[in-house]
């Protein structure tokens, strides 16, 4: 064996995004294929379970062989195999769980277990093939996690360590762009449409609400849309459209209100997250999750940070959305720590990355 490569072979699997990847101390990524799930549930405007597990089912195998080939290397070479074992849906999990246990089992390596959050923190430390060598991310940082299932900043004095700042007290940060995305007929999923029909707005003048929550650093997105569906109505009536009618909002009009719902989140992100780099005297921000692939609330979070001084490490979209590269940066790190799973290594769909 190859040992003292630093490879590890990486599977994700914990929602609608089948991933396997090849990573190499936790950094870089020598094959990480992606076989997303999104037209699938656009059918259904949302994700049902069984029919992801079963989809995670259909394309696992194919997955691996892409990457497997991608990667040009033996199983001499993969020093252990890590695998999302939570939180996610238990049924995607388990494929994905099963797989890992699989592979790990037929060529003796190491199993290690990886929480998809910290999968999400440790993508900012992925290097594409042929990026050039550039160190990770200083310490103390400040890491925001913003995902379709779960909103929370921490602070990080060290690796692996984390001390919650804050957290949804509700929706998460994607789940609300989901919910709004559906009520201005943009379909599945919320948050690509919701940037993509703001970029068009010409009239900004409507102005969604903002939930400080005082000096928490806790977040709530639930009164947001409950005020979306107050303002998409009153729209709708102003239109002359009934609340039942499919016809959607002129496209003017779904700009405009797309704007404004996207501008309050990221107003509330960012400044949550500034106040408390400032506070704990980051020496850098981490921006991670599905969200995180939003481009203006990289540009005002990317602004605020440099007027402060402060490096910002945000991966690139196609690494901010669920990916296996993510997992094989943080398993790697857990590996190398001294992390071990067992073959009995169960799927956990509630797994709390941090603690305040
Ligand atoms: O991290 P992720 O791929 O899966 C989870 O772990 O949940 O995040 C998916 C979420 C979805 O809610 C999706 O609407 C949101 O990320 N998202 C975006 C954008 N791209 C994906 N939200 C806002 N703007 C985007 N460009
Ligand atoms: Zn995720």
Redesign the pocket.
Known sequence: MRSGSGLVLAIES??D?TGIAVVETGRRIHANVVASQVALHAVTGGIVPEVAARAHLRWILPVLDEAWEGAGLTWDDIEAVTVTDGPGLAGSLLVGINVAKTLAWIHRKPLVGVN?LEG?VYAAWLLDPGAPEVEGPAFPLVALVV????TFLAEMRDHLTYRLLGETVDDAA??A??KVGRLLGLGY????A??AAAEAATDRSTVFPRAWLGESYDFSFSGLKTAARRIVAAARADEGLAGDDATPLPAGRTAELAWGFQDSVVDVLVTKTIRAAREVGAASIVLG???A???PLRARLAGEAEAMGLPLTVPR?GL???NGAMIGAAGWRRFAAGTRSGLDLEARPSYPLAAR
């Open positions: 914990s929602c995004e998809h999400h995902s379709g299932g779960h994607g789940e762009f989901d999923p919320g948050g690509p919701i940037q999750g599905g969200v692939a939003n481009g979209p901010c959305t669920d």
